[in-house]
């Protein structure tokens, strides 16, 4: 039934935190709000609980839903996210807002490993609209504890790798001259 172990969640995250340079060498901005979430987020869903957790990360987003789509469909896919002069210029603004950014950029990658950790159990997802998939994820973990149990065991091993990467790539790449 689940095929998720430590490997496959270590490729996850290494894909995202890619994923996430790749995005700031194409549209510039600061990663520091993201690093701040990336280094928060396991703490918050230990804290907390997955569904409040998720929910909060979701409503500090300072990020348009089109954004939000946008950045979906770009960490869901393994191409690189085509952009026309305007839609640049828009997400080098909104990325490089700070935490708001960073907010948007980790609901973005909460929602994307929910859905794929929910896929893993056999539970599908049908939004293809940012807000609308987010709500279905939470309809779903609200009416199967088990799931949402196994899902919130899951999504912490991911933040945890996260979080390690993020600060390694902070550290090496983002932090100084290799920007």
């Keep these: 039934m689940i095929s998720l172990d430590a490997m496959e969640i270590i490729k996850m995250a290494v894909k995202d935190v890619a994923k996430v340079d790749e995005l700031r060498g194409m549209v510039g901005g600061d990663v ?19 569904l409040p957790a998720y929910t909060f990360i979701l409503s500090k987003s300072d990020l348009s839903l ?3 789509n946008k950045l979906k469909d770009y960490f869901m ?3 690189k996210l085509q952009l ?3 839609e640049k210029r ?3 603004k909104e990325i490089g807002s700070g935490e708001g950014a960073g ?8 929602t994307i490993r929910i859905k794929n950790i929910l896929k893993e159990f056999g ?16 309809e779903i973990l609200t ?20 979080k390690k990467l993020v600060d390694a790539y902070y550290k090496a790449k983002w932090k100084g001259g290799n920007k």
């Design 32 to 50: 520091e709000g993201f690093r701040s979430r990336a280094r928060s987020a396991p703490g918050l869903v230990l804290d907390s609980g997955l």
């Design 66 to 68: 089109t954004t939000l």
């Design 77 to 79: 896919c393994n191409s």
């Design 84 to 86: 026309d002069g305007n």
């Design 90 to 92: 828009e997400l080098e």
């Design 103 to 110: 907010y948007g950029l980790m609901s973005t990658l909460l």
């Design 123 to 138: 539970v599908e997802t049908n939004e293809k609209d940012f807000m609308k998939l987010a709500i279905e994820i939470i």
């Design 143 to 162: 009416k199967d504890s088990k799931i949402r149990i196994s899902t919130e065991k899951y999504l912490l091993m991911y933040l945890e790798e996260l």
